[in-house]
């Protein structure tokens, strides 16, 4: 097991036990209680409480929330400015510095064990708005699932701390995980938490300051119940789990600018020619919506109440110069061509070349998907899917494929057809296309990014 694996193997390890400790040593918290400064301890009751559910009470559980509370207390001026994950055990359980994941960011753990939405929605201007976060990262629901709250108060919970931090700072980014399957023995059956997930997804509709990660998907087994091997106890992450968390959500920091701020450093191979400049969207545009897909999309519209957002282009757009698309769907960033999380959920867009190639070619270029994205490489028209393979499919068994890391595509035309590999592994023998046309990226679900695009055309 290595260095990484390892501590956050301990910190998992730590948290579980140091809850079970305060459970069994029934330390009255009326002693802890008065050790906290004025407005920081659980109130008595519900009345004057703003939100609605549960709000934890028991003895271990004033333990936790005392000794957490006075802790951040202790580090408010310490972790001025950073990034803050607010959420309960799961955020606990990671540990003060996330075992190193984010090297170079300054984070801040406002996890309490055991704390429900609720809970967070009572501590979120001292423990979190207090600190003038440079951004939030949130996971929570999961205790209220197991105290029978409904999906309607939990959601309603979480729209008002939105609400809090949006009026705190209405550009700041927040990060919305979705809430990770667990198990029906642990009192969080696969049917609530999908609903309570639904329903966080309506909430960040419409919502462009709030990115959605699927860490539902991420983690779900076929029943769509957590996986021993990630979730020992089929509550808490163990080090694998942990470690997968921060793969996913690496890229949407990178967008976000808290990571990989440095440039790409790559030269493109004698011959090749590249098609992005890694530092705006110049040769780049919208082109007009093909009849078809009008029609595609109208049909689709008109027979599924939950069908993907699809704007309709009527006259091309050049983005020469610019960084980002007028709608912020594309964004040129540190080498990196961003298809961003849509706020809508699901988003069809599509990004051209404003260049047609006819000779046969050779493309190139490197991929990573968050969780469960859907996008996909227009060749000539056409599309090749490219996806999370291993949760979205279509190429679910592709043993080389790395999930929220790079990838590299290869695509050789001859004539009119296209060979495309993903490290290697063949995905499309003969995939039919025309005989001229653009080099197109879609976007749909999740975000994907596209980098080191490059072409060498054949005489």
């Not at 008065?34 to 559980?61: K, M, S, V």
């Not at 979205?392 to 790395?402: D, F, S, V």
């Not at 063949?426 to 001229?436: D, Q």
Request: with cysteine.
């Amino acid at each position: 097991m290595s260095l990484f694996l390892m501590r956050h193997f301990i910190m998992c390890r730590s948290a579980v036990v140091f809850s079970l400790l305060l459970s069994a040593t029934g330390v009255v918290h009326a002693q802890a209680v008065a050790e906290l400064p004025p407005g920081l301890a659980i109130p008595e009751t519900d009345e004057g409480q703003p939100g609605a559910g549960p709000i934890r009470r028991g003895d271990w559980f004033h333990n936790v929330w005392n000794e957490r509370r006075a802790s951040f207390v202790a580090n408010e001026k310490k972790d001025q400015g950073a990034l803050v994950f607010f959420g309960d055990s799961i955020t606990q359980g990671w540990g003060n510095d996330f075992g190193g994941a984010f090297e170079g960011v300054k984070v801040a753990n406002r996890g309490i064990s055991g704390d429900t939405t609720r809970g967070m929605l009572i501590r979120v201007q001292k423990d979190v708005i207090d600190l003038n976060p440079s951004g939030v990262v949130m996971l929570m629901g999961t205790n209220d699932i197991d105290d029978d709250a409904t999906a309607e108060q939990i959601v309603g919970n979480v729209e008002l701390i939105v609400a809090a931090l949006k009026e705190y700072n209405s550009a700041m980014p927040i990060v919305l995980c979705l809430v990770m399957p667990s198990s029906p023995e642990k009192g969080r059956p696969v049917e609530k938490i999908r609903e309570l997930n639904q329903q966080y997804m309506a909430l960040a509709k419409g919502h462009p300051q709030i990115t959605v990660l699927d860490t539902w998907t991420l983690f779900a087994n076929e029943q769509g119940d957590a996986k021993l091997e990630e979730f020992p106890d089929l509550l808490h992450p163990n080090a694998v789990g942990y470690a997968k968390w921060a793969a996913a959500l690496r890229p949407i920091l990178a967008t976000l600018g808290f990571l990989e701020k440095e440039e790409d450093e790559f030269t493109s191979e004698e011959g090749f020619t590249m098609l992005f400049n890694g530092r705006d969207l110049t040769g780049w545009g919208y082109r007009p919506t093909s009849e078809e897909d009008i029609a595609g999309r109208n049909k689709w519209h008109a027979n599924d109440p939950n069908a993907a957002a699809w704007p309709i282009v009527t006259e091309a757009v050049s983005f020469d110069g610019q960084s980002v698309t007028t709608d912020g769907r594309y964004v040129a960033k540190n080498g990196r061509l961003v298809v961003t999380t849509p706020s809508e959920g699901r988003k069809i867009q599509q990004l051209w070349t404003e260049r047609e190639f006819a000779n046969d070619f050779t493309l190139k270029l490197e991929f990573r998907a968050t969780p469960n994205t859907d996008s996909g490489i227009y060749i000539r028209g056409p599309q090749l899917q490219c996806r999370d393979y291993a949760l979205a499919g279509p190429y679910r068994n592709l043993k080389n494929y790395k999930p929220q890391d790079w990838n590299e595509i290869v695509v050789d035309v001859k004539g009119d057809r296209a060979h495309c590999t993903c490290n290697g592994e063949v995905l499309e023998k003969a995939m039919k296309i025309p005989a001229t046309g653009p080099i197109g990226f879609e976007g749909d679900r999740g975000q994907m990014e596209y980098r080191r695009i490059r072409i060498k055309e054949h005489e």
